[in-house]
């Protein structure tokens, strides 16, 4: 079955950086686009980043562009976020999340996410 | 495309049928999704389309709409259903966005 474990989460300083992995399993990684979402504590969720399949085209929230890259390694099924120049506000859990196929097309809904992993900035 | 669901929160009691709404600031055709999140736990997709269930969804979650306006109603509320619901859309996909939830309490 699809399993999606994300790690890397933790304490860090404003200004900081972190990277985040998502190791993935149970489905074909590499024909997928891979999502990261977060949701702040207390919060709903918000959308952080898209990578598509082949890692060749990104897109980003606008209150993480330009300090966020998201990127993936396809031989190893796993999923990467590198977020630079962290705030409180990026205070979150970190979810990677999998689309869904709906016949044979995959879309931009969610049926499979990570555990999550939470990232604290705080001094 | 910002979403905006109503109520925030709203009380109910098992046996209870609730509906949640979800707005989109434009149309969307039918890409609208729910979600079902409990404490501590990740997002469970439910309907997906604005009105197709998941896999392994019970029935009585119910979702309908298309355009602008959603609605996912909970027919004879289980305990197991008191949770937060969030609509997503991904008519633009993939910026996807999410409505703010909706707390179902009990």
């Known amino acids: 079955q699809v399993q999606l474990v994300e790690s890397g989460g933790g304490v860090v300083q404003p200004g900081g950086s972190l990277r985040l992995s998502c190791a993935a399993s149970?489905?074909?990684?590499?024909?997928?686009?891979m999502h990261w979402v977060r949701q702040a504590p207390g919060k709903g969720l918000e959308w952080v980043a898209f990578?598509?399949?082949?890692?060749?085209?990104?897109y980003y929230a606008d209150s993480v562009k330009g300090r966020f890259t998201i990127s993936r390694d396809n031989a190893d099924n796993t999923l990467y976020l590198q977020m630079n120049s962290l705030t409180a506000e990026d205070t979150a859990v970190y979810y990677c999340?999998?689309?869904?196929?709906?016949?044979?097309?995959?879309?931009?809904?969610?049926?499979?996410w990570g555990q999550g992993t939470p990232v604290t900035v705080s001094s | 495309i910002p979403l905006t669901q109503s109520p925030s929160s709203l009380s109910a009691s098992v046996g209870d049928s609730v509906t949640i709404t979800c707005r989109a600031s434009q149309g969307i055709a039918s890409a609208l999704a729910w979600y079902q999140q409990k404490p501590g736990e990740a997002p469970n997709l439910l309907i997906y389309d604005a009105s197709s269930l998941e896999t392994g969804v019970p029935s009585r979650f119910i979702g309908s709409g298309s355009g602008t306006d959603f609605t996912l109603t909970i027919a004879s509320l289980q305990p197991e259903d008191f949770a937060t619901y969030y609509c997503?859309?991904?008519?633009?996909?993939?910026?996807?966005?999410f409505g703010q939830g909706t707390r179902l309490e009990i």
């Open positions: 999340a999998k689309p869904k196929a709906i016949f044979g097309v995959v879309v931009s809904l969610f049926d499979s």
């Open positions: 149970g489905f074909s990684f590499s024909i997928y686009g």
């Open positions: 990578t598509r399949y082949d890692g060749n085209k990104e």
């Open positions: 997503q859309q991904y008519n633009t996909d993939p910026l996807i966005t």
